[in-house]
C-alpha cells in the first residue's frame, strides 16, 4: 500500500468519526434538554406523598398476593417489580407517566396524578 493510500483512509476515517461525533453530540443535547424538562417532575416524584403511599401500598398488596415488590430507584425512574409484571414512573416534561409491562412488554401507559390516590393504580398494576 502506497503512502497516498494510506493517507487516504486516514482522511476518509477521519471525516467518518466527525459525522458520528456530531450525531453523538446532537443526541445528547436532546436527552439533556429532556431530562432538564422532565426535572421538576422527577424531584416532585422523588418527594411526594404520594409516592410514599406508593411503596407502602405496593407491599401491602405483594403480601396479600404472597408476591415480593421489588422498588428500585434508576435515576429519576422508579420501578415497582413483582414476578413478570413491572410498573414504571417515569418523570417528562408533561408529567410523570405510569408505564405497565409484562415480561418486558410494554402494556398500557399513562399519566399519573400525583395527588390521587395510589392504591388504585396498584390494583390497575397487579389487578
Given amino acids: 500500500m502506497s503512502f497516498l493510500d ?24 436532546e436527552e439533556r434538554a429532556q431530562a432538564l424538562a422532565a426535572k421538576p417532575w ?12 406508593l411503596m407502602d401500598e405496593a407491599a401491602a398488596a405483594g403480601h396479600r398476593r404472597r408476591v ?10 422508579l420501578r415497582l ?3 413478570e409484571r413491572r410498573l414504571e414512573l417515569r418523570p417528562a416534561a408533561d408529567g410523570v407517566r405510569a408505564v ?11 399519566t399519573l396524578d400525583l395527588d390521587g390516590d395510589p392504591a388504585q393504580l396498584i390494583a390497575d398494576w397487579l389487578g
Avoid: H, M, P
Fill in 6 to 29: 494510506n493517507l487516504e483512509n486516514n482522511l476518509k476515517s477521519l471525516e467518518r468519526q466527525q459525522e458520528t461525533s456530531g450525531d453523538d453530540r446532537r443526541r445528547a443535547e
Fill in 42 to 53: 422527577a424531584e416532585r416524584l422523588k418527594q411526594s406523598d404520594f409516592t410514599k403511599r
Fill in 68 to 77: 415480593k415488590v421489588y422498588i428500585t430507584w434508576l435515576g429519576t425512574t
Fill in 81 to 83: 417489580e413483582a414476578r
Fill in 100 to 110: 405497565f409491562l409484562e415480561n418486558g412488554n410494554e402494556t398500557g401507559a399513562r
